[in-house]
C-alpha cells in the first residue's frame, strides 16, 4: 500500500487517479481549492466515490498558499506526490496569463520545494502536449525541441518541466513528467470541446467550429491516461519526459461526426476563424513511455465518445 498525494483531487484526471489508487489499497491524501474556473460542486460529486473510502482524505488547501502546502506535507508524509493541480486551458490562459503564471508557476514551485524538504520517495507532475507549440515534425517526441510554445498556458507547462529539472540535478527531487494528450472521458470539464460539444448538440445549439475543421488531435481516453499515471506511480525516475497519448490523430470534422454517430443527432455548426493559440495538429510519439513504462493505449476515439455519450446521458 502506497501513501499518494494528489493534487487537483476534485478534476477530471484527479478523481479518476484518486479512485484507481483506492480501488487497488492505497492510501490517497486529497488536495483541491475547489476554484471557481468551473462549478465547484461538478468537483465535489468527483470525490463521491473516494469520499465513501476510508483511506480517503481531503483537504481544501491552495497551491498558492506555500506555508500551508509545507504544513500538509509535514502532517501526511506521503511516500509519492502527483501533482495535476493547474490552470488549464490554451484560450482562458490568452486573457489572464499573470493568473496562470502565479497558480502554474509559482504554485508548481512550492510543490517542487515541498518535494525537496520532506522527501517523497517521487514526484508525477502533469505537464501537457502544448508544449510543442505549432511544431509540425509529427509525431511529436520527448526528444523534440520544445522552444517555441504558443500561449502562456503552454509556457507555465514548459516551465514547470524545466524547474523539476533543476530541482533533480540540484536537491535530488525524482520527478516524473507527463504531457497529456486532450484528454477526455467521464468527468471531463465542461470547458472542454467534447463535454461542450454533446451538451451544445443535445440541445439544438450551434458549436463552434474553429477553423475548417480540418485541425488534428491525438485524443486519449481517461482510462489509458490513468493506467500512465498509475505506472509512474509505481516506477520512480530520476528525471523522465513522458509522452502519455493515443498516438493517433482524429480531426475536428471527424471529431462532429462521430458525436452526431452516438448522440444520434445531427450537429449545427457555427464556423468561425482559428483562435489565438490553437495549434494545427498534436499527434504523440508514445515509444518512450511503452519502452520505459509497458503503456499500451488501446481505446479508439469511436469506443471512447461511445463511452463518453453514455455517461453525460446518465447525468
Not at 468537483?43 to 480517503?56: C, E, H, I, P
Not at 509535514?74 to 490568452?94: D, M
Not at 468561425?272 to 493559440?277: E, F, I, R, S, V
Request: glycine share 6%; hydrophobic share 40%.
Amino acid at each position: 500500500m502506497k501513501r499518494v498525494l494528489i493534487t487537483g483531487v476534485a478534476g477530471f484526471i484527479g478523481s479518476s487517479l484518486a479512485d484507481e489508487l483506492l480501488a487497488r489499497g492505497d492510501e490517497v491524501i486529497g488536495v483541491d481549492n475547489f476554484n471557481t474556473y468551473y462549478d465547484p460542486a461538478i468537483k465535489r460529486r468527483n470525490l463521491t466515490q473516494a469520499d465513501s473510502m476510508d483511506r480517503f482524505t481531503l483537504h481544501e488547501v491552495d497551491i498558492c498558499d506555500e506555508e500551508a502546502i509545507n504544513a500538509l506535507f509535514a502532517a501526511t508524509q506521503p511516500e509519492v506526490v502527483v501533482h495535476l493541480a493547474a490552470r488549464a486551458g490554451v484560450r482562458p490562459s490568452l486573457q489572464d496569463p499573470n493568473l496562470y503564471h502565479r497558480v502554474n508557476v509559482i504554485g508548481g514551485q512550492h510543490i517542487l520545494d515541498a518535494c525537496r524538504h520532506h522527501k517523497p520517495s517521487h514526484l508525477v507532475f502533469a505537464s501537457s502536449s502544448s508544449v510543442y507549440g505549432g511544431s509540425v515534425d509529427v509525431p511529436f517526441r520527448e526528444t523534440d525541441p520544445v522552444m517555441t510554445p504558443v500561449s502562456p498556458y503552454a509556457a507555465t507547462k514548459r516551465m514547470n518541466e524545466l524547474q523539476a529539472h533543476v530541482y533533480q540535478h540540484v536537491y535530488g527531487v525524482r520527478t516524473t513528467m507527463l504531457r497529456f494528450f486532450t484528454v477526455y472521458g467521464p468527468r471531463q470539464r465542461p470547458d472542454m470541446a467534447i463535454h461542450k460539444f454533446v451538451k451544445m448538440i443535445l440541445n439544438g445549439e450551434p458549436i463552434p467550429m474553429f477553423g475548417d475543421g480540418s485541425t488534428l488531435r491525438d485524443y486519449t481516453y481517461i482510462d489509458d491516461i490513468i493506467d500512465g499515471v498509475v505506472r509512474c506511480v509505481d516506477t520512480p525516475f530520476d528525471y523522465e519526459i513522458f509522452n502519455l497519448g493515443e498516438s493517433h490523430t482524429t480531426s475536428l470534422k471527424e471529431l462532429i461526426g462521430l458525436l452526431e454517430k452516438h448522440t444520434g443527432t445531427e450537429a449545427l455548426i457555427d464556423q468561425q476563424p482559428m483562435q489565438a493559440g490553437d495549434v494545427e495538429q498534436t499527434y504523440a510519439n508514445v515509444d518512450h513511455a511503452k519502452e520505459k513504462l509497458g503503456y499500451a493505449p488501446h481505446f479508439t476515439m469511436d469506443e471512447g465518445i461511445a463511452r463518453f455519450v453514455k455517461w453525460y446521458r446518465a447525468q
